[in-house]
């Protein structure tokens, strides 16, 4: 293991043992997204707050893997406070990272980048991508809700 890999499996460890944003609320202003990743075990739920095309609030809660459970307390950090169009932009390249493709470093910041070596695991992909996968449900939702499309 090289030393940029070493750091990246430390961050995820770390988001692993220490979870940003986790714990759901009763809170009928949020709405929640379950999904499940029956390859690997995961279970995952969401919970996002919009306010005026924003992510003003993201919890999450969920058991399985430490890719998978430090995917979604990295996944809250990078989306929160972020508007929903810029939210399905960063979605996106963490996608394309995530299958090994180029992405934009300028759209795609932070802890999320450290999940770039899942590519050579594809087993694991769905692993990492399960919290986004819930999040961007919950955002389909909300555009389909609203008057104006
Ligand atoms: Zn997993």
Request: proline content about 5%; glycine content about 6%.
């Amino acid at each position: 293991m090289n030393q940029i890999e070493h750091l990246y499996r430390q961050v995820i460890m770390d988001h692993y043992k220490n979870p940003k944003n986790k714990g759901l609320v009763a809170n009928p202003a949020y709405l929640t997204i379950h999904l499940n990743n029956p390859s690997c075990g995961d279970e995952m739920t969401v919970q996002m707050h919009v306010n005026n095309d924003q992510i003003v609030d993201i919890k999450h809660q969920g058991t399985g893997c430490s890719i998978c459970c430090s995917s979604a307390s990295v996944m809250s950090v990078t989306l929160k406070n972020h508007t929903l169009d810029e939210a399905n932009q960063i979605i996106h390249e963490f996608y394309e990272m995530i299958k090994g493709y180029p992405y934009n470093p300028d759209i795609l910041k932070g802890d999320a980048i450290v999940y770039q070596g899942v590519a050579q695991f594809p087993a694991r992909i769905k692993c990492a991508t399960l919290a986004w996968k819930a999040i961007e449900q919950g955002m389909i939702k909300i555009k389909e809700e609203q008057p104006n499309g």
